[in-house]
């Protein structure tokens, strides 16, 4: 049996002035700032770099520049997968807390001596302000660390039972063959997380990081290895998307995927897995987390000041860069002027600008191709009969890609900000009439494809599992009376269904479950020697 030990959240440092965890991630910020880097791949443990190099720039100050990262061709890819499973033949025979020793070691690394180099790595490269990465890159990413060594350890100790004379014991394997893991740009944990809880079961790893994120992957990928991580057991790459999913997925030992994007990009992945089925020593597993278009639901006797705080937040912290943002809310006619009275109060007093000033609640969207998608919506509701703007809609790419948050109030509950995802700073409104409570609910199910997150904000308990009954497959994850983001690990398993995912739920056992390939072993102490049964006797 192995250790059991719970383990509790990281604490949630508050940067308030003139404390010292300000002074040193400020002093931090200016140094990283300062210089500029070249960030290798690494495959193998060793530094790869290549002639090929791509500028890194802040978002909120896109003139400047970072460094550069080299960016790897289709040979990088296939020397990382023949690094993971040369990796394998140890790796996976290591104990569970041999493997786990190095995980919980990173996780202290990253609570001390690099918190304030991974939380501004983040807020550079990401434009991330200091709340929302130390609750990403700092809190959440140690969380993952120490939390899934003890979901581990749970799953280890789920054995079979044995009775006299037997022993029947589960073996957790790790799946036989490696690891993609191709990681996303808004989330550091999520970047972190996702080849590590593979790898934690055994597994080795490929890890391919969005492009705008690799600034602090170098970071995580630096932690890893001082914390003892051995020698090709994560692979860091920085490859073009589709040439590296050519080479992963037509090769034989591929045997899983761990991703969170875009559906569209996973819808593609899953179709291609299952058109080269042939290929493959295994049925891979693939564990996605996609999309969302996630709702807020207002009943006519909610607390409309609590509501407001929700839809703030929910649709506008890290400037709606999170799957699981408020970006399209439903509010009885009868609050709705004392909730946009609310709302335009708090959005007056939200400042938009660089992560460097502390109390900027806003900074910039993730890159160009963002800003200009997220400005086409906005465009095109000024010019819609059926919306109209009540705050924001204003923007500016001059110095950094900043987009004030903005409302749209729209009389088609199927307007196109209300069921396609925006992934900016842009919350829906439709105002429905209290007496089509009923009619509202099917909306809510049925406008969007997605299933990721959504709330509820009712004072009384009937009202409120009436919207659970009704909206049973509409959320992975489900909030009353709070805003639908804000997932902690083993607090909120994070996961949806539908077009959001395979709901696989992250920060829990149940993700872990789908990195190992478990084995029965029976031993018998006391084995037959006689192939006769005592019914196929003719006498005593």
Same mark, same amino acid.
């Given at each position: ?46 530094? #790869? ?33 023949? +690094? ?11 104990? !569970? ?22 939380? +501004? ?107 003892? %991580? ?5 692979? %860091? ?49 693939? /564990? ?7 709702? /807020? ?41 004392? %909730? ?14 660089? #992560? ?33 703007? #009540? ?34 700073? /842009? ?23 997605? +299933? ?44 949806? +269904? ?11 056992? !149940?993700?872990? %479950? ?5 084995? /029965? ?20």
């Amino acid at each position: 049996m192995t250790n059991t030990r719970a383990m509790t959240n990281e604490n949630v440092l508050q940067y308030a002035p003139g404390s010292k965890e300000r002074i040193h991630l400020q002093e931090t910020l200016q140094t990283l700032k300062a210089s500029e880097v070249l960030v290798s791949m690494i495959i193998n443990g060793k530094e #790869v770099f290549t002639d090929k190099r791509i500028r890194i720039s802040p978002p909120h100050e896109h003139k400047h520049t970072l460094g550069y990262f080299c960016e790897g061709t289709g040979t990088h890819v296939t020397q990382a997968i023949t +690094a993971a499973l040369h990796a394998k033949q140890s790796w996976c025979h290591k104990t !569970l807390e041999e493997r786990a020793a190095i995980f919980l070691k990173a996780a202290d690394l990253l609570a001390g001596a690099y918190r304030a180099e991974i939380n +501004a790595a983040t807020m550079l490269g990401q434009s991330k302000n200091v709340y929302q990465a130390e609750i990403d890159s700092a809190c959440e990413l140690i969380d993952f660390l120490r939390l899934n060594v003890q979901f581990a350890r749970e799953i280890e100790n789920i054995q079979p039972y044995s009775p006299e004379g037997i022993k029947n014991q589960m073996v957790y394997r790790p799946l036989e063959g490696f690891v993609f893991a191709l990681t996303p740009f808004n989330f550091t944990a999520i970047a972190g997380n996702l080849p590590s809880a593979p790898a934690l079961m055994g597994n080795t790893i490929v890890w391919k990081p969005a492009y705008t994120q690799i600034y602090s992957a170098r970071i995580i990928m630096k932690v890893l290895m001082e914390a003892g %991580l051995p020698d090709g057991v994560i692979n %860091l790459i920085y490859t073009d998307g589709p040439l590296t999913g050519d080479i992963i997925f037509q090769h034989r030992k591929f045997a899983g995927l761990h991703f969170t994007g875009s559906t569209a990009v996973f819808k593609h992945i899953t179709k291609t897995v299952y058109q080269n089925i042939d290929l493959y020593q295994n049925f891979p597993r693939i /564990v996605g987390e996609t999309g969302g278009k996630d709702f /807020v639901l207002a009943h006519p006797d909610c607390d409309v000041k609590a509501l407001a705080v929700a839809l703030i937040r929910g649709a506008f912290e890290y400037q709606g860069q999170k799957c699981s943002a408020a970006s399209r809310a439903y509010i009885p006619a009868s609050i709705w002027q004392s %909730l946009q009275e609310k709302m335009l109060h708090m959005i007056a007093a939200i400042k938009v600008g660089t #992560v460097e000033d502390f109390s900027n609640f806003i900074n910039a969207v993730i890159d160009k191709k963002a800003f200009d998608k997220i400005v086409s919506y906005i465009e095109a509701a000024k010019k819609s009969s059926e919306a109209s703007i #009540v705050a924001g809609g204003t923007y500016d790419d001059s110095v950094g890609y900043f987009i004030q948050p903005t409302i749209i109030v729209t009389t088609n509950p199927e307007y196109q900000t209300m069921t396609e995802e925006i992934f900016g700073p /842009v919350l829906t409104i439709y105002v429905y009439e209290d007496k089509d409570w009923n009619h509202v609910l099917t909306l809510v199910d049925t406008s969007t494809g997605y +299933a990721l997150t959504g709330s509820i904000f009712a004072r009384q308990a009937i009202h409120i599992e009436e919207v659970r009954r009704a909206l049973y497959y509409s959320a992975g994850n489900f909030y009353i009376n709070d805003k639908p983001t804000g997932a902690i690990v083993n607090q909120q398993p994070f996961g949806g +269904a539908r077009l959001s995912g395979t709901n696989d739920k992250a920060g829990s056992v !149940l993700n872990l %479950l789908r990195w190992v390939s478990p084995q /029965v072993i029976k031993e018998n102490f006391a084995p037959p020697h006689d192939f006769m049964y005592d019914c196929m006797k003719l006498s005593e």
